[in-house]
């Protein structure tokens, strides 16, 4: 018997409804496979439980979540709660906490589902984007001077360190390596940013020593949003930095048809803590409570966590199973289709059961 425990934090707007979703098809998966045994404990943590709290999680949380092999987390954000303090009380606490430096973010485009560039169908855009997940431009750092007088002055400082950089780099190689077409996008913004962003072009060509059988060029992040528009099969692995790679990756997922397809995985790539999986959408309260939430990116996320506990079989029947179904037209309104989340969520399930 092959047992995991996941802590799953569905938190807030639609976080409940596609986390729910998730554990769905994850069960089914327990029933196509007897050997797999997953077990699943969930925690009420979030903006309802800061406004009783006053804290988005206990302050014993990280100790918690260490025992468990993985924590499947849904999204954070309400409108009745500062983003500083939702992001800040949660979601930041625990990729940091754990260490999870390497944020990767795959996107391609499902078959059923149409995308909105003309230049562009299934198979043209296959990305996996790297996100430099532990420093940079959301290190924290920076204030504010003479706070609300005519001179104010406000910083937000980008911390970049060698070590960082190096692991990050040393990551995305190494992914790019795995892929057949060996190909590694190196983004940064050196030609205006003269300090950092210098020293991780170093470091690139430095770890690409390492890496002689990867193919690898570098973009300036400008440059890169008309490339991943104009060239989107030129492209195949992206490294980035912590903001760079945040907005590229919104951008990818609505190449590739919805953000409600996009997934996340925060991980650990040292393994010494739990990694950490999630949509990378936010909690979308223009939709929360309807029903329609696309949870293909939560199944998604499924996949991937199901990948680092190095269950490769169960992760592709999820693909297989979300594949199917999009190309049905088993869709969310989001993605084109009239199909609501129970429905999507109970077509993957049957797919995955009648393989059992
Ligand atoms: P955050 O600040 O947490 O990133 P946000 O305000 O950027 O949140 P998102 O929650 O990321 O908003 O959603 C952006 C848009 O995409 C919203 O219109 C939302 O309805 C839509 N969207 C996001 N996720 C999904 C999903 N799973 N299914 C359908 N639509 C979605
Ligand atoms: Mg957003």
New binding site residues.
């Given amino acids: 018997m092959r047992h995991y425990a996941i802590a799953a934090i569905p938190a807030d707007?639609?976080g409940p409804e596609?986390i729910s979703a998730g554990i769905e098809v994850l069960k089914a998966l327990t029933r196509q496979d007897p050997q797999l045994k997953l077990t699943f404990e969930t925690f009420d943590w979030g903006s309802d439980y800061y406004k009783q709290h006053g804290v988005m999680m206990p302050e014993t949380g990280l100790q918690t979540l260490k025992n468990f092999d993985a924590i499947y987390f849904g999204?954070?954000?309400a409108p009745d709660v500062p983003?500083h303090i939702t992001l800040w009380g949660l979601r930041l606490p625990i990729c940091q906490g754990f260490d999870q430096y390497a944020n990767v973010r795959p996107t391609k485009i499902l078959p059923g589902i149409t995308p909105p560039l003309r230049n562009c169908g299934p198979g043209d855009l296959d990305w996996v984007i790297v996100r430099e997940n532990s420093e940079g431009e959301y290190s924290g750092n920076g204030g504010r001077a003479h706070r609300g007088l005519p001179e104010e002055v406000g910083t937000e400082v980008a911390i970049f360190t060698r070590v960082g950089v190096t692991r990050i780099m040393r990551y995305a190689f190494r992914l790019a390596q795995s892929r057949p077409r060996k190909l590694l996008t190196v983004v940064t913004k050196s030609n205006a940013q003269r300090h950092g962003m210098v020293m991780w072009d170093e470091i690139a060509a430095e770890v690409a020593q390492e890496f002689p059988d990867v193919s690898w060029d570098k973009m300036l992040v400008d440059a890169m949003t008309h490339r991943m528009t104009l060239h989107p099969q030129s492209l195949d692995t992206i490294v980035a930095t912590n903001l760079h790679a945040d907005i590229l990756s919104?951008l990818a997922g609505a190449l590739a048809g919805?953000?409600?397809v996009a997934p996340t995985a925060n991980i650990d790539p040292e393994r010494r803590f739990p990694s950490m999986f999630e949509?990378?959408?936010?909690?979308?309260?223009?939709?929360t409570g309807k029903g329609?939430?696309?949870?293909?990116?939560?199944f998604w996320t499924a996949a991937q966590m199901l990948e680092h506990l190095g269950e490769h079989d169960a992760a592709a029947l999820i693909m297989e199973g979300v594949e199917s179904v999009c190309v049905r037209g088993i869709l969310?309104?989001?993605v084109g289709g009239t199909a609501n989340t129970a429905e999507v969520t109970r077509a993957v399930v049957a797919f995955i059961e009648a393989k059992a």
């Fill in positions: 707007g639609i596609v999204a954070v954000g983003d919104d919805s953000l409600g949509p990378i959408h936010g909690s979308a309260f223009d939709i329609i939430a696309n949870p293909v990116a939560s969310t309104p989001d």
